[in-house]
């Protein structure tokens, strides 16, 4: 892990109109399914948000832009990234700092004398805190459904401090912020749900979805009539929602936004599904009728993944379901010195001709013999570069070939897929001609996948 040159405490400590600031940067690390490396959550009055963000930008200088109301800072290493967080009306998000301290080691809070008049105490109202939880655990699954982490991660906290509630209201504690309270060593206010507690990451937050929702189950016993149809209708939310990160039909978005429409339930994208077990792996391909995985990762990053998390593939689902194509994620080779991101986007196209090739001539021409399911580690780079390719194939805008590429990676640089598209056209003749002449790709094929794909 490289350390950031910047410090940006001392930003935060000379810049008055920042009332609180969370630095959870020392507690989360990279993994595999989110890059991330330090995150601060800053707190200021609606009015002042675009004077600290401006200040914010011009104090790091370099490699910013800003996705979804959050600055994001990328160093030397573009897998490093710092996240600020203007909230607006500060006397209306107090209970915000929640969603960090419960998972933070090390926070900076300035003024804490104004923020704990901001403790207010509550009264009760069990319906809706039931209410507020369905709520919360709906957008809690639908945001890490569609691989937006940091809001997943938001909602489900709420969704934590909902049940808080309800138990807190069982048990006739008073009602104040658990987490300032939990800072002040008052561990028992929190009934037990350390274990959900989870970091920002999406194995980690979909392994805990069961236990919260199960944990909410318990908790409103005997305090509702509807228990037995509120537990069919989260069973129903999560059953909607596929375990698997960055799971989508490659159609899903065509079928919105194009003219020109791909048929839907033929080919999937995801993550790596070798970190899940046998029987979540089958549960997941029945359920939407694929017949074979397509893994684009390479055998040096396997091994690496192995070891990190202790499993891959069994011997049953190799044999049974997955067929190698391997993009290692390894460049030797520089094409785009100035940017990182894009070079390598452009050794997947330059470089890997013969892998497209086959996977055009052997998978999707297949595509009435079967659906498949396509993916490399996080489902984004190679898999979304082999997914666009298809899409330009049949014809579908390139707009909405970028839309469907940023669904899995909406924090790289905006222009990143359309730079890509602009080299297929310019470099290689378009897509027809980049298929055919330069990966291989039989006339026959590409005539055949519009016929099978396409919607008539």
């Known amino acids: 892990m490289i350390k950031i040159n910047i410090n940006i405490n001392s930003f935060i400590e000379k810049t008055d109109k920042i009332l609180f600031a969370v630095n959870t940067g020392k507690n989360i690390g990279y993994n595999s399914d989110f890059f991330g490396n330090s995150f601060y959550f800053i707190f200021t009055e609606s009015t002042y948000k675009d004077k600290i963000k401006n200040s914010m930008k011009k104090f790091l200088n370099e490699n910013i832009y800003e996705n979804e109301n959050k600055i994001l800072f990328s160093s030397d290493n ?38 704990s008049r901001l403790i207010e105490k509550n009264t009760y109202d069990i319906k809706k805190y039931i209410d507020d939880f369905i709520i919360n655990f709906r957008l809690f699954c639908l945001f890490l459904n569609n691989s937006k982490i940091l ?150 990053e396997k091994e690496h993944y ?67 399911l396509i993916h490399c580690e996080g489902g984004k780079d190679r898999a979304g570069t082999v997914i666009s390719l298809l899409l330009l194939l049949l014809g579908v805008p390139e707009k909405t070939v970028v839309q469907e590429y940023y669904k899995s990676y909406s924090y790289l640089k905006p222009d990143t897929m359309e730079k890509v598209i602009d080299l297929i056209n310019t470099e290689f003749g378009g897509i027809d001609n980049y298929l055919i002449n330069h990966c291989g790709v039989h006339v026959k094929n590409t005539e055949k996948i519009k016929k099978i794909l396409k919607e008539q």
């Open 306 to 372: 192995r070891k990190i998390r202790k499993n891959n593939y069994s011997d049953y689902i190799k044999e049974k379901y997955v067929r190698d194509f391997p993009i290692e994620p390894i460049v030797n080779a520089v094409y785009v010195k100035e940017d990182e991101a894009l070079n390598f986007y452009y050794y997947i196209i330059k470089d890997n001709t013969e892998t497209i090739g086959n996977i055009f001539n052997e998978v999707f021409s297949y595509s009435d013999r079967g659906n498949f």
């Open 78 to 115: 573009t897998d490093i990234f710092i996240t600020i967080d203007c909230i607006e009306n500060i006397n209306n998000y107090a209970g915000e700092i929640t969603k960090t301290g419960y998972f933070s080691e090390e926070c900076i809070i300035k003024d804490t004398e104004n923020f």
């Open 151 to 300: 809001t997943a991660h938001k909602y489900y906290i709420k969704a934590i401090e909902n049940v808080n509630l309800i138990n807190n209201y069982k048990d006739g504690e008073e009602l104040y912020d658990l987490w300032f309270l939990g800072r002040l060593g008052k561990e028992n206010l929190f009934y037990g749900l350390n274990s959900l507690y989870c970091g920002i990451d999406h194995f980690s937050l979909m392994n805990s979805r069961e236990k919260l929702k199960n944990y909410f189950i318990s908790s409103i016993d005997g305090l509702t009539d509807d228990k037995e149809k509120i537990e069919k209708d989260l069973i129903a939310v999560t059953e909607k929602y596929p375990e698997v990160y960055n799971f989508r039909d490659a159609s899903e978005i065509t079928l919105i936004y194009s003219d020109i429409k791909m048929k839907s339930g033929k080919i999937f994208r995801s993550a790596s599904l070798s970190r899940y077990s046998d029987e979540i792996i089958e549960k997941i391909l029945n359920k939407y009728g694929i017949t074979f995985i397509i893994d684009l990762r390479g055998e040096m």
